[in-house]
């Protein structure tokens, strides 16, 4: 089995007017909507963890970022794999460090073309509301990292 590295981005897309796109993960656990950014772990043929938020970005929604489009926000998280997940990963890792990204596309709010075996829904939200619909900690933060920033 190809385990997943346990070193991934999480990529904030965004638009100039406030709103953050989320995607609903299609390996929610029974009862939970689970509502995040595009995540995505590095893979070995990727140079550096740019290549991998341009990579994820493609692969989640179809929107094409280039490397000097994406924007660092210096967040970086070490967190605990959840369980329904662990299967993903060799049999001896629990943690992930996750390091936050963003992304603002150049239109209004633009339907992403999904990855079906990731994401079942997509939404484009206010800052404060895609924040809060958000599962992850480490989103949240990212989210409200970005509107500072971009003064939204």
């Given at each position: 089995m190809n385990?997943?590295?346990p070193i991934s981005v999480?990529?904030?897309?965004?638009?100039?007017?406030g709103n953050?796109?989320?995607?609903?993960?299609?390996?929610?656990?029974?009862?939970?909507?689970l509502w995040q950014s595009v995540t995505g772990s590095k893979e070995n043929s990727d140079a550096?963890?740019?290549?991998?938020a341009c990579r994820e970005i493609y692969e989640e929604t179809k929107f094409f970022?280039?490397?000097?489009?994406?924007?660092n926000l210096n967040l970086i998280t070490n967190f605990e794999i959840l369980p329904y997940w662990k299967h993903k990963?060799?049999?001896?890792?629990?943690?992930?460090?996750?390091?936050?990204?963003?992304?603002?596309?150049?239109?209004?709010?633009?339907?992403?073309?999904?990855?079906?075996n990731e994401?079942?829904?997509?939404?484009?939200?206010?800052?404060?509301?895609?924040?809060?619909?958000?599962?992850?900690p480490s989103n949240k933060q990212a989210?409200?990292?970005i509107a500072k920033l971009k003064n939204f």
């Amino acid at each position: 089995m190809n385990y997943k590295i346990p070193i991934s981005v999480l990529v904030i897309i965004y638009n100039n007017f406030g709103n953050i796109l989320l995607l609903k993960r299609a390996d929610s656990p029974k009862n939970l909507d689970l509502w995040q950014s595009v995540t995505g772990s590095k893979e070995n043929s990727d140079a550096n963890l740019i290549v991998t938020a341009c990579r994820e970005i493609y692969e989640e929604t179809k929107f094409f970022a280039t490397e000097h489009q994406i924007e660092n926000l210096n967040l970086i998280t070490n967190f605990e794999i959840l369980p329904y997940w662990k299967h993903k990963y060799a049999p001896n890792i629990t943690h992930n460090q996750e390091t936050a990204f963003a992304f603002c596309t150049d239109f209004n709010q633009q339907n992403p073309i999904l990855a079906q075996n990731e994401h079942t829904e997509f939404v484009w939200l206010p800052y404060k509301i895609a924040a809060e619909k958000c599962f992850s900690p480490s989103n949240k933060q990212a989210i409200l990292k970005i509107a500072k920033l971009k003064n939204f």
